[in-house]
């Protein structure tokens, strides 16, 4: 199991726990990209964070480009054990790209959430903080992030109940 950084709620993990994943693909990559020149080895990741406790589902988000270059990445993600959740590439008037799951990711958790205890979120962005305060609040969830720590929003961090930070150990979870 990933060593966990700081646990506001030291709750004992245990293999009972029912554990939910949502991986936002763009983020993660972006950050192994920026910050290590690397790509994320997300099946080790995934290993390492559920660690001994049951998985109910692991969703990853991806954007689908018009060179389909993403496709042996889809692929190897399936057979790493998630759900290929994907959507095109929105190209606007003027060249601006958009890219972004973070609504889906949000409502995917939600509807998972009566049948977990606990949800992953592996990205470090801070658009994820009113998603965790809900799933604290009103379904009464553990909720940990899995990220880089360096491109993490600090108030994510500290909206969490386990940050665990892929940067402490980067050899283990990337491929160079």
Same mark, same amino acid.
């Given at each position: 199991?990933?060593?966990?950084?700081?646990? &506001?709620?030291?709750?004992?993990?245990?293999?009972?726990?029912?554990?939910?994943?949502?991986?936002? %693909?763009?983020?993660?990559?972006?950050?192994?990209?920026?910050?290590?020149?690397?790509?994320?080895?997300?099946?080790?990741?995934?290993?390492?964070?559920?660690?001994?406790?049951?998985?109910?589902?692991?969703?990853?988000?991806?954007?689908?480009?018009?060179?389909?270059?993403? &496709? %042996?990445?889809?692929?190897?993600?399936?057979?790493?054990?998630?759900?290929? &959740?994907?959507?095109?590439?929105?190209?606007?008037?003027?060249?601006?790209?958009?890219?972004?799951?973070?609504?889906?990711?949000?409502?995917?958790?939600?509807?998972?959430?009566?049948?977990?205890?606990?949800?992953?979120?592996?990205?470090?962005?801070?658009?994820?903080?009113?998603?965790?305060?809900?799933?604290?609040?009103?379904?009464?969830?553990?909720?940990?992030?899995?990220?880089?720590?360096?491109?993490?929003?600090? &108030?994510?961090?500290?909206?969490?109940?386990?940050?665990?930070?892929?940067?402490?150990?980067?050899?283990?979870?990337?491929?160079?």
């Amino acid at each position: 199991m990933l060593e966990k950084k700081r646990q &506001k709620n030291p709750e004992i993990t245990s293999q009972h726990q029912r554990v939910g994943v949502f991986v936002d %693909a763009q983020n993660m990559y972006h950050s192994a990209k920026n910050l290590y020149h690397a790509k994320v080895n997300f099946k080790k990741v995934l290993e390492s964070a559920v660690g001994k406790r049951r998985l109910i589902r692991a969703f990853i988000y991806v954007i689908r480009t018009e060179s389909g270059e993403e &496709k %042996a990445f889809v692929e190897a993600l399936e057979k790493g054990g998630f759900e290929i &959740k994907e959507k095109d590439l929105q190209i606007f008037p003027g060249g601006m790209k958009k890219a972004d799951w973070d609504v889906g990711l949000a409502i995917d958790a939600v509807i998972l959430a009566d049948k977990i205890d606990v949800a992953i979120i592996m990205s470090g962005d801070g658009d994820f903080i009113p998603l965790v305060e809900y799933l604290h609040i009103s379904k009464g969830l553990k909720v940990e992030v899995v990220s880089f720590g360096r491109s993490t929003s600090a &108030k994510l961090k500290e909206a969490v109940d386990v940050f665990t930070d892929l940067g402490d150990d980067p050899k283990k979870f990337l491929i160079y």
